[in-house]
Each structure stands twice: as structure tokens, then as C-alpha cells.
């Protein structure tokens, strides 16, 4: 019943923007840390941003810092990426992922976390 759905992939050109959506269903999200990651092929699953249950903190990767945007709202059930300035090395299969924790930080290791979604392809090309 715990789900989580990513959407918002795409093709976007180089320099471009895309935002993207994780929907959740099953479970009290203001309970949770989120966590966005990619994964490229024959590559490892590289952890980009994570948001506490409460929105106090927030992580990011170098390879995305200040680029990409983390946020969320436990009330519609939905945590957000936003991606600008992207680059052909950010083409990638995006998944979102959830831990039940109210730590005051989080962590980008892929370890840390129980639930996963199914991904959304993100290519970047001219």
C-alpha cells in the first residue's frame, strides 16, 4: 500500500529546466525523509538531495548543487525536484525513495532508505 510514483521526465535541451514529481500514497509522508536519486546506465545509483520529514534541512550532491531544487508538501502528499541548468551528464533514470525518520538531517546514501519508486527517465540532448 506504501507507494511512490515519480513523473516529469523527459527530453530537454541543454541549459534547460525540468521539475519533478514524487506522489505518495500509504502512509503519513510528514513522518518520512525523501531522498531523489539517478542512475545512468552501467552506473551506480548516485544520490542527489534529501529533505527531512519537516522541511527543516536539506542535502545535496556536488554534481547538482545550487542546480537542483528539493522540496515538499506533506498535505498533498508530494515531494518536488526541480532541475535547472542541466547538463548532458545529468541523463539518468530519476527515482525517489522514503525512510520512516525524524532525524534532524539526512543522508544521501542509498542504504538509508526502505521504500523506492519506479523511476523516470530524464534525457539531455541537443
Known amino acids: 500500500q506504501l507507494q511512490l510514483v515519480e513523473s516529469g521526465g523527459g527530453l530537454v535541451q541543454p541549459g534547460g529546466s525540468l521539475r519533478l514529481s514524487c506522489d505518495t500514497s500509504?502512509?503519513?509522508?510528514?513522518?518520512?525523509?525523501i531522498g531523489w536519486f539517478r542512475q545512468a546506465p552501467g552506473k551506480e545509483r548516485e544520490g542527489l538531495s534529501c529533505?527531512?520529514?519537516?522541511?527543516?534541512?536539506?542535502k545535496y550532491a556536488d554534481s547538482v548543487k545550487d542546480r537542483f531544487a528539493i522540496s515538499r508538501d506533506n498535505a498533498k502528499n508530494t515531494v518536488n525536484l526541480q532541475m535547472n541548468s542541466l547538463k548532458p551528464e545529468d541523463t539518468a533514470v530519476y527515482y525517489c525513495?522514503?525512510?520512516?525518520?525524524?532525524?534532524?538531517?539526512?543522508?544521501?546514501?542509498?542504504?538509508?532508505?526502505?521504500?523506492w519508486g519506479q523511476g523516470t527517465p530524464v534525457t539531455v540532448s541537443s
Open positions: 525513495a522514503a525512510v520512516r525518520r525524524s532525524s534532524l538531517g539526512c543522508m544521501l546514501a542509498r542504504s538509508w532508505y526502505d521504500y
Open positions: 529533505i527531512t520529514s519537516n522541511s527543516d534541512y536539506t
Open positions: 500509504g502512509f503519513t509522508l510528514d513522518l518520512y525523509a
